[in-house]
């Protein structure tokens, strides 16, 4: 079955993008703005590891509420919005026709992003769950629930109305992460906030979504995006494609078993975290076959390629590291030091975020019909943050590393261990500044390509355009 | 994959058995552990928090400590927790079948709290507390919200904190803890595991040479016709 994207000198249909344009455009513009709000927190949260009386007055941004504040702002408001955004444009193309009920989507995205709003401010007045990834308080919950519905509904008509007789294995992604999400949402809200569980039976559930949402949403998502562009800008078909089916449906099936190896050692049966041990070994071979798919992304050029690419190895390493952090004598170092959070940046700000920021330089010259406004700005974009994420995994890993080990020394004081991870974390939070910094330049240059594009009338007489014509001034 | 309903299907059940598997096959094990009911003792373990340190865990859950502190403690030969003298023994689920919400925590930027108002050989007082939480230290922020400063009227107020020097209050003046502070403050005082269940002693290391047995399994059912041992020290 050899049914991937065909050769890029394919023309490139535009007439299926310019009536999805407006509705697009705003996902992404809305996910942008998250991106930087998430930003901002990050950098509050970042600054008060190291100096813990930062904001501390304001009972607003304690740690604890800034941390929710950040995860909150980048899954629910930046990937959910480009992920979306991405994933309805895949299978609007790979579906043939174009996007049908987008007004749907355009008041969902309204009541989602007023939904994300809502959700912060709860959170910055104490109305937070207190479960990682799952911190929306229960009032916005059912209304997100709903509003995600609209966003989807061109998807599932792209879905079911699609005019070819094979899928692609984007499509399988795009489906997978619409389909999922409403799922394993409601699943979470029903067992931890309308009828929750006893006990630490909590903490399991908790943990059996946050991974869940990684393995049937986030990374879905992400792959969506780059299952497409690979394939194109490569210019060829995905070598080993034949493997991609049991790839999906490795990460589906087993992805979600994963959840319990941050509870390994807790008050939960020890079945929870040693089946988690098992699935982390068994979705290497999920990373495997992504690999071998996409490893066209090496050797290519181009903005959006580089960044898939980047977002690729990060996406490949979190999967090799968090098998061997789920390991128990592995674990009893890593378990609650920085080493995790570098892992989850690993997988977040490096791998899906960077998929998406590929998917969406892709994307959006597709949809203006124009080029990306300025080259330098997509430049300085790229060199910025991939700096940025660099240099934060790295400061944290060291800053885990340092406490990993004194931890388990129990002559460490606390308060020194504290001396020794200050200066990593000082280095971390300058790179939180170069990130936020790059991710700005970025919601500042898609402003500016989304007003040209919406000031001066298309010059759309010709629907047929190489994908050359749009990639060259941003590469 | 030409098949469309069958992916959803698919999709679906994926799902389903892993939401099935994880979820309701750890509630159909745990969802009716009960409390530890001692004939000795006359009563059960855990002991129902009062009211007011109910409130404080929710105080404690709404500014995100857990972002810091884990309530949970590993086993003796897992990790440095005895060590540091965060308790005694593991924590195990039943400890937890009163809390509405359990804040099992995912770093330890601070130290675990499992055990805070019975650590040996001193556990910190309402003062204490109440003076960390105002104050901060270079490690911990203080968080001033928490407390009002107010003109003394009448009778200085008892539960005015009490601060020399630099930090103390302008004359005619006391910080006095707001509800939330003093829920906070019952909150942490009444962390305390003193209780041994049967589940929760450490698994004796097998000699060596032979296949190490499952340490950490904590599971079993309610009443297991055991010896009890009460380690009563430091409890509240």
């Given amino acids: ?255 979600t078993w994963t959840g319990g190896r941050h509870l390994v050692g807790g008050p939960v049966p020890a079945w929870i975290a040693t089946i988690a041990v098992v699935a982390c070994a068994m979705l290497l071979f999920h990373y495997m076959v992504v690999t ?21 190895v990060a996406y490949v390493l979190t999967g090799a590291l968090d098998a061997l952090t789920s390991f128990r004598s592995v674990a009893v170092d890593t378990q609650f030091t920085f080493l995790a959070s570098a892992l989850e940046q690993l997988g977040l700000s490096g791998g899906v975020s960077m998929m998406l920021f590929g998917g969406i330089y892709f994307m959006v010259p597709r949809l203006t019909g124009r080029t990306w406004a300025s080259s330098a700005l997509a430049d300085g974009h790229r060199w910025f943050v991939m700096t940025g994420v660099v240099v934060l995994i790295g400061a944290l890993a060291v800053a885990g590393w340092t406490q990993a080990d004194a931890l388990l020394d129990a002559k460490v004081a606390l308060s020194d261990i504290f001396g020794h991870v200050r200066l990593p974390l000082l280095v971390a939070s300058g790179a939180q500044l170069l990130v936020l910094g790059a991710n700005l330049l970025f919601l500042v240059h898609f402003c500016q390509s989304a007003c040209a594009c919406c000031l001066t009338a298309a010059p759309a007489e010709n629907p047929f355009r190489q994908p050359s014509t749009l990639e060259a001034p941003a590469s | 994959m030409k098949n469309g309903p069958l992916l959803l299907l698919g999709l679906f059940g994926a799902l389903a058995i892993s939401w099935a598997g994880i979820v309701l096959g750890s509630h159909l094990q745990l969802g009716a552990l009960t409390p530890y009911y001692d004939d000795s003792e006359g009563k059960s373990f855990p002991e129902l928090a009062p009211g007011m340190a109910a409130r404080g865990q929710l105080v404690y859950a709404d500014l995100g400590c857990a972002a810091c502190h884990t309530q949970q403690v590993r086993r003796p030969d897992y990790g440095s927790d005895r060590a540091r003298g965060w308790g005694e023994r593991q924590s195990v689920a039943r400890d937890y079948v009163h809390q509405a919400r359990p804040q099992l925590g995912r770093s330890r930027l601070g130290p675990d709290l499992t055990n805070l108002a019975g650590r040996k050989p001193s556990a910190p007082d309402a003062e204490d507390l109440a003076k960390l939480l105002y104050l901060g230290s270079p490690t911990h922020p203080g968080y001033s919200f928490l407390f009002d400063t107010r003109q003394v009227v009448g009778e200085p107020s008892a539960k005015a904190i009490k601060l020399t020097g630099k930090l103390a209050p302008a004359p005619g003046s006391e910080i006095v803890p707001t509800e939330r502070a003093q829920s906070l403050v019952a909150y942490l005082l009444s962390l305390s595991t003193p209780y041994d269940y049967p589940e929760s002693r450490p698994v004796p290391r097998p000699a060596p040479k032979t296949a190490p047995a499952k340490p950490d399994q904590k599971a079993v059912p309610a009443t297991v016709p055991d010896v009890k041992k009460k380690a009563g020290e430091g409890k509240q």
């Fill in chain 1, 292 to 312: 071998l798919n996409l490893r066209g992304a090496c050797g290519t050029s181009g903005t959006a390629i580089r960044f898939i690419r980047f977002g690729l």
């Fill in chain 1, 1 to 255: 079955m050899i049914n991937a994207p065909t050769r890029a000198t394919t023309a490139e249909v535009t007439a299926i993008d310019t009536q999805a344009r407006g509705p697009l455009l705003l996902l992404v513009g809305s996910g942008l703005g998250w991106l930087v709000a998430s930003g901002i927190f990050a950098l509050i949260t970042s600054i008060q590891l190291h100096s813990p009386g930062f904001m501390a007055d304001c009972s607003w941004l304690t740690h604890g509420r800034a941390e929710a504040l950040r995860e909150t702002a980048f899954i629910y408001g930046w990937a959910a919005n480009a992920g979306l955004a991405l994933g309805l444009w895949v299978l609007g193309r790979l579906g043939g026709s174009p996007l049908r009920a987008l007004n749907w989507a355009v008041v969902g995205t309204v009541f989602w992003n007023l939904g994300v709003i809502g959700g912060l401010i709860g959170i910055a007045t104490g109305d937070m769950t207190s479960f990682a990834h799952f911190q929306l308080p229960r009032y916005v919950q059912p209304a997100m629930l709903l509003a995600y519905g609209a966003i989807a509904v061109p998807g599932v008509l792209a879905w079911s109305g699609r005019r070819t007789d094979g899928t692609y294995a984007s499509q399988w992604y795009a489906v997978a992460a619409l389909f999922l999400f409403p799922w394993l949402f409601s699943a979470a809200q029903v067992v931890l906030l309308w009828a929750p569980v006893r006990g630490t039976l909590q903490a399991i559930a908790a943990g059996w979504y946050a991974q869940s949402l990684w393995a049937c949403w986030l990374a879905p998502m992400a792959l969506a995006g780059a299952y497409y562009v690979v394939p194109k800008v490569a210019g060829r078909v995905l070598p080993s494609y034949d493997f991609a089916p049991l790839g999906f449906w490795t990460l589906i099936f087993v992805g």
